[in-house]
């Protein structure tokens, strides 16, 4: 459409200036037919030449005009053609957008339920802290109270002396500061063999020196930290209490045996007290009083015999130490254990093992137990069967008999034999014997009564 109308413009055009240029022809006919002056006929060839220059000026524009409009109207086709192109992608890019606006919204709500959760979280941390504050003063008052009243009992009470458990304590403290720790390993492994000869008398020996050297450390230290004097005397009180102690528990060692079952149930309470805890939650005090019991009764029931077992585990325990030491040291090119008290620790509860034993603590505390097991077993086997026999000095079998015998000749132990007894002076068997007292003898028979009660007083007395 707007092609045709620029033609139509454009014929238009040509016709006017068609029918002008006639009409100057006309005008020129004319004036050759009729002279004119010559100014009229210069003007108008003036005005045919302006408007012959009109009309290539309008038929420039004309052809301009054409020329833009075609170029006009192609762009404008092209340009639907990008539109119809470009309207899928439009719709997408619409589409699109419309997601990111929900999902925008989305954030939007879920930030906004973030923030009210994040205030509902910081209104319990500071309640949560509120109280906190509150417990920490409370506690701080409770303490203060407690420190309070302790130092009034301070000011009331006596001031709390040593016992026995801190003298032990200062002992392996000195037994850790020795330079020489293989001798003591040594030691201990030397004791340890020794206890398979009569577990009993090691048991003995060992528990009432360890109970006689705390008190004597203990009331040593007591001395030093009281008295001003020359230390020479806190070196004196300690052993004359470590003297006394050991003999009253040699005289009564049949209650101090009571007193080491009872401290044997609460190491082994106190050894297990995490495993307690989790079987018997809240009554892991009642566990320690069963297993105080337990080893009160345990040695008080078996007598020697509970004895020997225990003096036998002790004895197997200082030499799976010092077997321990040995093969730790030589794992470790000499490094560790750096003292034998910590060794025994480490094998007996395994707390610190690693840092005792280095890489190889499970090898070192398996080799121990088995040690340990061995000559527990070893220890008990002698006692309770003799069995092996060690060889004695047949010079002091005598003094392994009885010195009273019974009336049916008491059979000497087994691995003794009595001296040889000449026949013509035979020895009687019993004091009450009837060989003793002639019949005849006045008041023979009062003084038989007498002398058999006496025999069998000293007997029973004797009795092991």
């Known amino acids: 459409l707007p092609i045709s109308q620029a033609s139509l413009r454009l014929e238009a055009m040509a016709r006017c200036q068609l029918l002008l240029l006639l009409a100057a022809l006309r005008a020129a006919c004319s004036a050759e037919a009729e002279p004119q002056s010559g100014a009229d006929l210069t003007k108008l060839r003036e005005q045919i030449k302006e408007e012959h220059r009109r009309t290539e000026i309008a038929d420039f524009v004309a052809e301009s005009a054409l020329r833009n409009q075609t170029q006009q109207v192609a762009e404008l086709h092209s340009a639907e053609e990008a539109l119809k192109e470009s309207k899928p992608r439009t719709e997408a890019a619409a589409h699109t957008t419309l997601e ?32 906190t504050e509150a417990s920490q003063t409370a506690a701080e008052e409770a303490e203060y109270k407690a420190e309070a009243e302790h130092g009034k009992a301070e000011a009331v009470l006596p001031e709390r002396t040593p016992v026995i458990v801190d003298g032990l304590h200062l002992v392996t403290e000195w037994l850790r500061s020795l330079p020489c720790q293989i001798l003591v390993a040594a030691a201990a492994g030397i004791l340890g063999i020794a206890s398979t000869h009569d577990s009993h008398f090691f048991l003995q020996v060992i528990s009432i020196g360890i109970v006689a050297l705390g008190a004597g450390v203990a009331a040593a230290a007591q001395w030093a930290a009281t008295s001003s004097e020359n230390q020479l005397f806190s070196l004196v009180w300690g052993a004359e209490v470590a003297l006394v102690t050991a003999t009253a528990a040699v005289i009564g060692y049949a209650g101090f045996q009571l007193f080491i079952g009872a401290a044997l149930g609460l190491a082994v309470a106190h050894l297990s007290a ?24 345990a040695t008080g029931l078996g007598g020697k015999h509970a004895g020997a077992v225990l003096g036998a585990a002790a004895g197997g325990l200082m030499l799976a130490s010092c077997a321990a030491f040995a093969l730790a040291r030589i794992l470790s090119a000499g490094e560790l254990p750096p003292n034998w008290v910590d060794c025994v620790g ?3 509860s395994g707390s610190k093992a690693h840092e005792t034993f280095g890489e190889a603590a499970l090898l070192v505390r398996c080799t121990g137990f088995a040690v340990w097991a061995v000559a527990t077993a070893i220890g008990c086997v002698r006692w309770f069967t003799g069995w092996p026999k060690l060889k004695t000095n047949p010079a002091d079998a005598s003094l392994r008999l009885p010195l009273l015998a019974e009336e049916n000749n008491v059979v000497p132990a087994a691995d003794t034999q009595p001296a040889p007894v000449q026949k013509e002076a035979p020895r009687p068997t019993s004091p009450s014997s009837s060989k003793i007292l002639p019949k005849g003898l006045p008041g023979a028979a009062a003084l038989k009564s007498k002398l058999e009660k006496a025999v069998k007083s000293a007997t029973s007395a004797l009795d092991p």
């Open 100 to 131: 990111a606006q929900r999902q925008v919204k989305d954030l939007q709500a879920k930030l906004a339920a973030t923030k009210q959760q994040l205030a509902e979280v910081q209104a319990k941390q500071s309640a949560a802290n509120a109280a």
């Open 274 to 297: 995490e495993w307690a805890e989790t079987w018997c939650q809240g009554q892991v005090s009642l566990w320690y009083l069963g297993l105080f019991a337990t080893g009160a009764l």
């Open 346 to 348: 480490a094998i007996v």
